[in-house]
T-cell receptor, first 112, second 117 residues
Framework: GENVEQHPSTLSVQEGDSAVIKCTYS??????FPWYKQELGKRPQLIIDIRSNVGEKKDQRIAVTLNKTAKHFSLHITETQPEDSAVYFCAASMGYGNKLVFGAGTILRVKS | NAGVTQTPKFQVLKTGQSMTLQCAQDMNHEYMSWYRQDPGMGLRLIHY???????DQGEVPNGYNVSRSTTEDFPLRLLSAAPSQTSVYFCASTLHPTGGAGANVLSFGAGSRLTVL
């Protein structure tokens, strides 16, 4: 089955700096790659997703890139702010009805 | 819409006891799933369902049962609780995909924190 590895497990950055979180997946048939943000004590919330027919997607300060050949995808957050501090999860699946498998998560701390 | 509703929010059980975590959604989502979240291990899929009457196993199904008699409800049953089942449980659902935006976006419930002594 699918296996998703996520790095780093913790990341500390200064406010205003960029943060990058990387994930690799094992199943070349996977075609949907979402990123979820989870604040302390809250439920995970989708922040951005990408499908296998797209190499990059941006939404304001957040971007995701996908390299299908290497089977890895990355989350980029620019101009980080203290409210970006949270746990971020990547995930992969073959789409609806197929198991969405999550990475172990990255704790992002933005220091002001 | 209330979205995805989970009950209870907190529960303490003794080893060997049984209980059911309830999950209901009012968004007419066909796909529903249960995840458990443990420190350093992310979210692991327990069971999922693509529609009423259809269920399937995820990554960590042992010790858990599910059923899907209606589109709205997807309860998770622990028949004989073990300390290893101490975790935070999340129910999540999504619409049947049409290929458009949001087709796979999971809507999560608020979570149920279970402690097994």
């Amino acid at each position: 089955g699918e296996n998703v590895e996520q790095h780093p497990s913790t990341l500390s950055v200064q406010e205003g700096d960029s943060a990058v979180i990387k994930c690799t997946y094992s199943d070349s048939a996977s075609n949907y790659f979402p990123w979820y943000k989870q604040e302390l004590g809250k439920r995970p919330q989708l922040i951005i997703d990408i499908r296998s027919n797209v190499g990059e997607k941006k939404d304001q300060r957040i971007a995701v890139t996908l390299n299908k050949t290497a089977k890895h995808f990355s989350l980029h957050i620019t101009e980080t702010q203290p409210e970006d501090s949270a746990v971020y999860f990547c995930a992969a699946s073959m789409g609806y009805g197929n198991k969405l498998v999550f990475g172990a998560g990255t704790i992002l701390r933005v220091k002001s | 819409n209330a979205g995805v509703t989970q009950t209870p929010k907190f529960q303490v059980l003794k080893t060997g006891q049984s209980m059911t975590l309830q999950c209901a959604q009012d968004m007419n989502h066909e796909y529903m799933s249960w995840y458990r979240q443990d420190p350093g291990m992310g979210l692991r899929l327990i069971h999922y369902s693509v529609g009423a009457g259809i269920t399937d196993q995820g990554e960590v199904p042992n010790g858990y049962n599910v059923s899907r008699s209606t589109t709205e409800d997807f309860p998770l049953r622990l028949l004989s609780a073990a300390p290893s089942q101490t975790s935070v449980y999340f129910c999540a659902s999504t619409l049947h995909p049409t290929g458009g935006a949001g087709a796979n976006v999971l809507s999560f419930g608020a979570g149920s924190r279970l402690t097994v002594l």
